[in-house]
Nanobody, 123 residues
Framework: VQLQASGGGLVQAGGSLKLSCKAS????????IGWFRQAPGKKREGVSC?????????YYLASVEGRFTISRDNAENSWYLEMNNLKPEDTAVYYC????????????????WGEGTQVTVSS
C-alpha cells in the first residue's frame, strides 16, 4: 500500500491550493480517507475526512469549515483537498491517510500514511 500526496506550495493569504493523494496497492471504495496536518511544535491533527462516498459523511476541522473541501474519486483511487481563502495559520505539512471504514477522523485510527506535502501561507 502506498499513498502519494502532492500539490503543496507557497501561497499568499487568501489564495488557494488543491492537494491530491493517489493510492496504490488497494481499492479505496469503502475506506475512510482523510487529510491531516502538522505545524511546527504542534500535534498532528485531522483536517478533513470522508467515510463514504455520500456527502453526509464528511468531517471538517472547525477552523477550515467553509474554506476546505474534501472529495474522492474511487475510479482514480485518489482523493483531494481543495483549500480556499488560505490563512497563515494553515501553514503546515499536510498528510493524506486512510483507515478502516466508518472510523473517526483521528490520527490513531488511520492505517496508512503518505509522505507529507508542505503548505506555506504568507501574510
Amino acid at each position: 500500500v502506498q499513498l502519494q500526496a502532492s500539490g503543496g506550495g507557497l501561497v499568499q493569504a487568501g489564495g488557494s491550493l488543491k492537494l491530491s493523494c493517489k493510492a496504490s496497492g488497494f481499492s479505496l471504495d469503502f475506506w475512510t480517507i482523510g487529510w491531516f496536518r502538522q505545524a511546527p511544535g504542534k500535534k498532528r491533527e485531522g483536517v478533513s475526512c470522508m467515510r463514504k462516498t455520500t456527502d453526509s459523511e464528511r468531517y471538517y476541522l472547525a477552523s477550515v469549515e467553509g474554506r476546505f473541501t474534501i472529495s474522492r474519486d474511487n475510479a482514480e483511487n485518489s482523493w483531494y483537498l481543495e483549500m480556499n481563502n488560505l490563512k497563515p495559520e494553515d501553514t503546515a505539512v499536510y498528510y493524506c491517510a486512510t483507515g478502516p471504514p466508518l472510523v473517526s477522523c483521528d490520527v490513531s485510527k488511520m492505517n496508512f500514511w503518505g509522505e507529507g506535502t508542505q503548505v506555506t501561507v504568507s501574510s
